[in-house]
């Protein structure tokens, strides 16, 4: 029998439910990959090795009197920017070291009820700022794929983790591609759900209005089971949608007959690695040759994504982030003086990259410049929602690279802010219009980095790019491959 770390979480469940495995032995097995893998790779900020071990008992316990909840004994692991009750919560970030949060976010709750196992708390970009986990103020993630490069960001720990066998699944958070982008990079299936599909009860915020919680698998069928637990209306989340939820298991039916692909003209940017144009161009084929339809289509306000979020990410983060005081919230460094307190904590408390972006937000919200910057950024937003509005009425889904490259090799784009942006360029514009989108492997480059594929799908689209995703998916092997670190 394979190692058990190699179980996809549905193998696991049919292992469970037949008594052939034990949740204990599931998550011992996974507790063991960490303590072999993770001081290289260095995913986990935090691991509850007791609190695992005595879910997997109960787990055990509760199945064994007839209990089937649909992921009862499963071991997960959770980004450190999402709330965890008796848990360190970081974000990442030295200004939280020590907050331990009184209450689990709605997401992981409601894990918890369905009998997640939870296995730590994972690295992650501070405050989610980041396409790397360099910004990480503790340490870097390594890829599992190649040590020397990144695994994306910033929800790289997130993604690294399940490459590595250490996790069987985990959530990441999607600002501007922070799930879909480390999903490419180390071969996985990373789903962000639209906006208001999952609730934001527990997400410490970085940019209110695009932050989105979600599931980083090895297969679309396990981001499917993620999803279908934690997806839906939450009372203590106004921006949380009150529609029903669908079986998105059903949906997986394996047929893309008649499916409408958009291929939108601005996504096939000048700069993209060949081997990645490549890659995403044999896949798009393989969807016609399967019985969907293609065409080329447009979204003429593409251009101005980048700026528009970027001024309407970081103007949010100014706002949630002049919380931590030192007074209210977070280490505090105090001088005796109030104003050098202030100054102190927040100085020394957040990372260079958290810093300019709370710089850039607060002068885009500062009088004099809040129409010019803020108030256009906002209606360019609602320009860019209408593209999607407009292409979606005419194809189903859309289809593209998630990241012009595949993954990079540290310090390659720190020095050059530019060159870093640039990297979400392809998945910002989804978090803008407030779509769903999904990040599934389609082939390796020269260097055998994985190659990601990028489906989009409308608002609540979620069935629509899961089947997509999933028909394409079990046609190939891809998501099959192993690092060799691993191997």
């Not at 997640?116 to 700022?129: I, P, Q, S, T």
């Not at 870097?140 to 983790?161: I, K, L, Y």
């Not at 990079?185 to 209110?208: D, E, H, M, Q």
């Not at 492997?441 to 609540?460: A, E, H, R, T, W």
Request: glycine share 10%; with cysteine; aromatic share 8%.
């Amino acid at each position: 029998m394979d190692s058990l770390t190699d179980l996809t979480i549905s193998e696991a469940l049919d292992k469970l439910r037949s008594g052939a495995i034990t949740s204990v032995e599931l998550t011992q097995a996974h507790l063991d990959q960490i303590d072999q893998y993770d001081e290289q790779i260095r995913a986990f900020l935090t691991v509850t090795r007791e609190i695992a071990l005595e879910q997997a008992q109960a787990a055990d316990e509760a199945r064994a009197n007839g209990d089937d909840k649909p992921l009862l004994g499963i071991p997960l692991a959770i980004k450190d920017v999402i709330s965890t009750e008796g848990i360190e919560t970081t974000c990442g970030s030295k200004i939280l070291k020590g907050y331990v949060p009184i209450f689990n976010a709605t997401c992981v709750q409601r894990l918890l009820d369905a009998g997640m196992v939870l296995l730590g708390k994972l690295n992650m970009d501070e405050f989610a700022m980041g396409s790397s986990t360099e910004n990480s103020a503790y340490f870097e993630t390594h890829n599992p794929w190649d040590m020397e490069r990144v695994p994306g960001g910033s929800s790289g720990g997130s993604a690294a983790s399940v490459t590595a066998r250490m996790a069987m699944g985990t959530l990441g958070t999607d600002t501007g591609g922070s799930i879909r982008q480390p999903g490419s990079f180390c071969n996985l299936a990373a789903l962000k759900p639209s906006y208001g599909r999952v609730s934001r009860y527990g997400l410490i915020a970085y940019g209110s209005s695009f932050d989105q919680t979600g599931p980083m698998t090895r297969t679309v069928e396990d981001a499917a089971r993620i999803l279908q637990v934690i997806a839906g209306l939450d009372p203590n989340d106004s921006t949380s949608r009150p529609d029903p939820v669908p079986n998105y298991l059903e949906a997986l039916t394996g047929d893309v007959k008649g499916l409408k692909i958009g291929l939108p003209k601005e996504y096939f940017v000048d700069g993209m690695a060949a081997d990645v144009e490549k890659a995403v161009r044999a896949a798009i084929q393989q969807f016609e040759d399967m019985g969907a339809e293609i065409k080329e289509v447009t979204l003429p306000h593409t251009k101005y994504s980048l700026p528009a979020y970027y001024i309407v990410a970081t103007s949010e983060a100014s706002a949630n982030l002049a919380r931590y005081d030192g007074i209210r919230f977070g280490t505090k460094v105090d001088t005796g003086d109030m104003w050098n307190t202030y100054r102190k904590t927040r100085g020394e408390g957040f990372g260079e990259e958290v810093k300019w972006r709370i710089m850039l937000g607060t002068y885009a919200l500062s009088a004099g410049y809040y129409d010019a910057w803020y108030g256009k950024a906002l209606g360019v937003r609602s320009l860019i929602k209408q593209d999607f509005d407009k292409v979606f009425s005419e194809v189903d889904v859309l289809m593209a690279a998630v990241s012009p490259t595949t993954a990079f090799k540290f310090g390659e784009n720190m020095a050059d802010p530019l060159k870093m942006i640039l990297a979400d360029v392809l998945t910002i514009s989804a978090n803008v219009a407030g779509i769903c989108g999904i990040s599934v492997p389609c082939g390796f480059d020269s260097q055998n980095l994985p190659i990601g594929l990028q489906i989009l799908g409308p608002q609540l689209g979620e069935e629509t790019i899961l089947r997509a995703a999933h028909a394409y998916e079990q046609a190939n092997e891809w998501y099959q491959a192993k690092p060799t670190l691993i191997r």
